[in-house]
């Protein structure tokens, strides 16, 4: 059974105004927080990009979690709780909550800042009976502080972070990112991190630039939200998913293009924006990794990396890591 922790924050709409503000008055290049991707309609598109051959990552993922899970949990004390940062619609992590279900009764909670992602999260955990559900519609260390505060004594923590969404940090901040969740663990407390590894370019800019446009409209969608939530005039015909790989960083990076000098107004934000023709808003990285920078990643932040299970058909790690 689901429940909903908490009720969604209040001043969310506020937030969302002042971060769109905050992004598009960027001197240089225009963002906006790829968090916001994730609404009801980006969330249940992002369903379909897991589908699209183009996009690997979601079932090599889900693959390794299918062959491993019973290896994954071995070094697990029981009983432990499960928290997963980003849940989505949960599907992946149904093989590491049978694996623990096996050995003991397991509660569960996901950690999304889309309700609507949460529920799916219920209907696609419905039947297993020897787990329970208490989702957080929060950010990630809200939410996790929370699941942190309901431990009990001697109850063991393990931290799902899957789908290789780290790679939206950048580097500097993953490091931090890491240290933030570490705080919140206790010495044998676990982190299974999944991180989608280095691979040709020219899969990786399909991947992200599939042909049948999936990928396009997600990243159009925040546009479209903008223009629901905070009465804006975005015209969507005028703008274009772009996409480029950078090299140094080794980061995919979705962009959305204007084709016309235009401006737009944000009627919520108290916000009128110029767009030149051809100028970009950066609205997410994707940041891939060699499977060998894991441990050493997990060593500064305050962790040891057990063990690590590759994909072979798309290069993707996931990671167990010890809090030391
Ligand atoms: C959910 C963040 C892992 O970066 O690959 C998919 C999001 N963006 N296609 C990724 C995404 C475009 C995805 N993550």
């Known amino acids: 059974m689901l429940m909903l922790a908490q009720t969604p924050l209040e001043d969310s709409v506020a937030q969302f105004a002042a971060d769109v503000r905050a992004g598009l008055e960027k001197p240089k290049q225009k963002e906006l927080p790829s968090k916001y ?8 598109l992002f369903e379909v990009i897991g589908l699209l051959p183009e ?28 928290a997963e ?48 559900i208490v989702g957080f519609e929060r950010e990630y260390l809200d939410g996790l502080r929370e699941v942190a505060a309901r431990r009990a004594a001697g109850q063991g923590l393990l931290v799902l972070f899957l789908g290789g969404t780290i790679g939206n940090f950048d580097r500097p901040a993953a ?13 044998g407390d676990h982190l299974l991190l999944s991180t989608d590894l280095e691979k040709p370019e020219k899969d990786l800019l399909v991947a992200y630039d599939d042909p049948a446009g999936v990928t396009a409209a997600f990243n159009l969608n ?29 980061r995919i990076e979705m962009h959305l293009c204007s084709t016309v000098r235009q401006s737009v107004r944000i009627s919520r934000a108290d916000l009128g924006v110029t767009f030149q023709a051809g100028e970009t808003i950066w609205t997410e990285s994707s940041h891939k990794y060699a ?20 994909d072979r058909e798309w290069p993707f790690a996931q990671n167990l890591l010890l809090a030391e």
């Open 37 to 44: 991707l994730y609404d009801a309609v980006g969330s249940a």
């Open 55 to 82: 996009y690997g990552l979601t079932r090599a993922g889900s693959r390794i979690l299918r062959h491993h899970a019973e290896q994954i949990v071995r070094p697990l004390r029981t009983p432990v709780l499960v």
């Open 85 to 132: 940062l980003g849940s989505g619609s949960a599907k992946n992590t149904r093989w590491i909550l049978e694996a623990l279900g096996r050995r003991q009764l397991t509660t569960y909670h996901p950690i999304d800042i889309s309700g609507a992602a949460l529920v799916q999260a219920e209907r696609e955990l419905d039947r297993l009976d020897s787990v329970s």
């Open 175 to 187: 490091d931090q990112f890491l240290r933030q969740v570490r705080e919140l663990l206790l010495p």
């Open 222 to 250: 925040l546009l479209a939200r903008i223009n629901r939530e905070l009465g804006a005039d975005f015209d969507l015909d005028r703008f274009e998913h772009v996409v480029c790989y950078d090299r140094a960083e080794r």
């Open 291 to 310: 499977a060998q920078e894991i441990p050493r990643i997990a060593a500064r932040t305050g962790y040891r990396c057990l063990s690590q299970w590759y």
